[in-house]
């Protein structure tokens, strides 16, 4: 029997999978936009309900759209007594991650989607997928540590709210501010894995409850968003700044992966690093301190995986700093990826659009190397 040529590209690098108006990288040049505007841009004069409008509906909202945006996500924040319930019954020692994936799936028998051709039904899933993340987070991240969630406060930003609902004080302005350019930095990310995962299970015509669930679960992976948590850890273990170069040497020679370095499109410093790095510096203006040392030690692990690494054109992808930023700000390390998805949610749901405005259900073909009429060996007969 003969296989057709079929040529297989690994990690499906560099093939198209779908025409996308939403993001846009020049890996080369370091250039990241949402809907043509640089996130650069986007970072400094707006906000991430803002930005979510943008990349969800294609345009920047006008005043009175983006009021009615943020009184519906406001009045959807809350959860369901029945969902914290059963959040209540989540394994203490269960991932974050894995309480987030698992309410977002349980979310779909709340709020049942499953006519993703109405209008309605993806405006309201999308405002309450939007809006009650960060209140999952939240609340998971209080009663896996013995706390009752907290209600949502409707008064503060999206940013200063899911900060409330997590250590129950009103943040300063700068850490609602940097906390907003997080969710801004991670909103999309052009065709990444687990928005493939979202267009993949949305071709299906899944809900959208399950799309995000699946997003997240692809998230959660270390070689995606889990990569930040990893930084931190890796860090920690250097634990000083003399301690970098005989660390990286180890683990080039072992031909290990260093953590938050390297991307698959970047070939140059990630933008989203560079803006994070400025807001780390702004966070510790003391290096004598704890946290001031991470951020020593993180530079001199880009010095020096430059000099080890430069050629192959690795530099900092966007969890070298954000794992930083994040551990500044007093977030727990099991928080960054979940922070990650309340931001990615966005463009999950963007793309989820899209692929159903010209929807083909992906099935990708396979070059087929295994055997052909193999005899059935009896049971006794196998060794
Ligand atoms: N440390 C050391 N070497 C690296 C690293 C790294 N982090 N990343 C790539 N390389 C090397 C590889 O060993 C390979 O070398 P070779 O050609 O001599 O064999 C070369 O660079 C190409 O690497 P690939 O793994 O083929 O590149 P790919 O595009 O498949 O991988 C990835 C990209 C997965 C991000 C990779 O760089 C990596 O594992 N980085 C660490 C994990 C990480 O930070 N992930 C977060 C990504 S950003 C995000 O998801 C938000």
Do not use: C
């Amino acid at each position: 029997m003969e296989e057709r040529e079929l040529e297989v590209v690994p990690g499906l690098a560099g093939i198209p999978a779908a025409e996308s108006a939403i993001s846009f990288i020049d890996g080369e040049k370091g250039i990241l936009e949402y809907r043509g505007i640089p996130v650069e841009v986007l970072t400094e004069k707006s906000n991430f309900l803002e930005v979510s409008y943008l990349l969800i509906f294609g345009k920047l909202p006008t005043q009175e759209e983006v009021n009615k945006f943020k009184t519906d996500i406001n009045f959807h924040s809350r959860l369901k007594l029945k969902i914290v319930r059963m959040m209540e019954h989540l394994p203490e020692n269960g991932h974050p991650m894995e309480y987030l994936q698992s309410v977002s799936s349980a979310m779909g028998m709340y709020y049942p989607a499953k006519n993703v051709l109405d209008t309605d039904v993806r405006y309201w899933s999308i405002v309450r997928l939007i809006a009650k993340l960060p209140t999952i987070v939240a609340s998971s991240n209080r009663l896996r540590h013995g706390d009752a969630p907290l209600q949502p406060n409707n008064d503060l930003s999206f940013a200063a709210n899911f900060y409330y609902m997590l250590f129950e004080r009103v943040p300063d302005p700068l850490t609602e501010k940097i906390l907003d350019v997080m969710l801004i930095l991670h909103a999309d990310h052009t065709m990444n894995a687990s928005t493939f995962s979202a267009r993949v299970v949305g071709s299906t015509l899944a809900d959208p409850y399950t799309i995000v669930a699946s997003a997240i679960g692809t998230l959660s992976g270390p070689l995606h968003g889990g990569a930040n948590e990893e930084v931190i850890h890796m860090l920690e273990e250097i634990g000083s700044k003399e301690d970098v170069r005989p660390y990286i040497e180890k683990k080039l020679e072992k031909k290990e992966k260093i953590m938050g370095v390297g991307h698959r499109i970047y070939k140059t410093k990630d933008p989203r690093a560079i803006i994070l790095q400025t807001f780390a510096h702004q966070l510790f203006e003391s290096n004598a301190s704890k946290k001031g040392k991470v951020l020593e030690i993180a530079e001199e692990v880009e010095k020096v995986v430059h000099e080890k690494l430069g050629h192959k054109k690795i530099y900092p992808n966007v969890d070298f700093y954000s794992g930083i930023v994040f551990q500044g700000l007093g977030i727990p390390t099991d928080l960054f990826t979940p922070i990650f998805a309340m931001g990615r949610v966005t463009g999950w749901l963007a793309h989820w659009l899209e692929q159903l405005k010209t929807n083909k259900i992906y099935r990708p073909d396979q070059k087929y190397i295994g055997l052909h009429n193999q005899p059935y060996i009896p049971i006794d007969d196998r060794n």
